[in-house]
């Protein structure tokens, strides 16, 4: 009820005897969550493109376009989990003086899944960078490769991890919903 309304609206809407109390909330949306899972398994196949190519042809620049192509993907997954972060349910609250936002159980669960996703998003981007950087710069190439190595299991566990938590969220929300 408090969606589109000012502070002083608000007020005088409760002061009339109405209640902010929502008893549905609606779930945060399916196609948003398998968009953000999608994107982020798509730059995980293109930075293992890109180091699989390295380690068998040993051209650095096919690991900095797959590494590339990796961060610019990642980044676009942070825009939707920031989107998917506005859209998190809150409430509207009055006790005696203090006015205030509140989360539900599942509003609470979603923001910390959310800014969990946005902090492992950000590591990938860290990772990514560092492999860019290196790949500008002469080094041995068994150093270059373990490093490429080690960040692209990284990113394929936190794609995976991705869509596995998406297939939970968006089945309890299914089951609960119906």
Same mark, same amino acid.
């Given at each position: 009820?408090?969606? @589109? ?5 608000? =007020?005088? %809407? ?35 493109? @890109? ?33 998917? +972060?506005?859209?998190?349910? =809150? ?9 205030? %936002? ?15 996703? +946005?902090? !492992? ?22 150093? +270059?490769?373990? !490093? ?11 794609? +995976? ?18």
């Amino acid at each position: 009820p408090a969606r @589109g309304r000012t502070m002083e609206q608000i =007020q005088a %809407f409760l002061e009339d005897g109405g209640s902010m109390v929502v008893n549905h909330e609606s779930p945060l949306s399916r196609g948003l969550a398998w968009s953000i899972a999608a994107v982020v398994v798509a730059s995980a196949t293109a930075l293992w493109w @890109g180091e699989r190519t390295y380690r068998s042809h040993g051209e650095r620049m096919s690991l900095r376009v797959g590494t590339s192509g990796a961060l610019l993907l990642t980044v676009t997954s942070l825009v939707l989990i920031v989107m998917q +972060l506005r859209s998190v349910p =809150q409430y509207w609250r009055t006790e005696a003086d203090s006015q205030l %936002f509140i989360y539900s159980a599942y509003g609470s669960s979603m923001l910390a899944i959310g800014l969990s996703a +946005l902090i !492992h998003g950000a590591i990938l981007v860290f990772l990514g960078l560092g492999i860019l950087r290196r790949t500008s710069r002469p080094s041995s190439a068994a150093t +270059l490769g373990s !490093h490429a190595t080690l960040v692209r299991m990284f990113w394929v566990w936190v794609a +995976l991890s991705t869509v596995i938590i998406t297939t939970v969220v968006t089945t309890l929300t299914t089951v609960s919903g119906s």
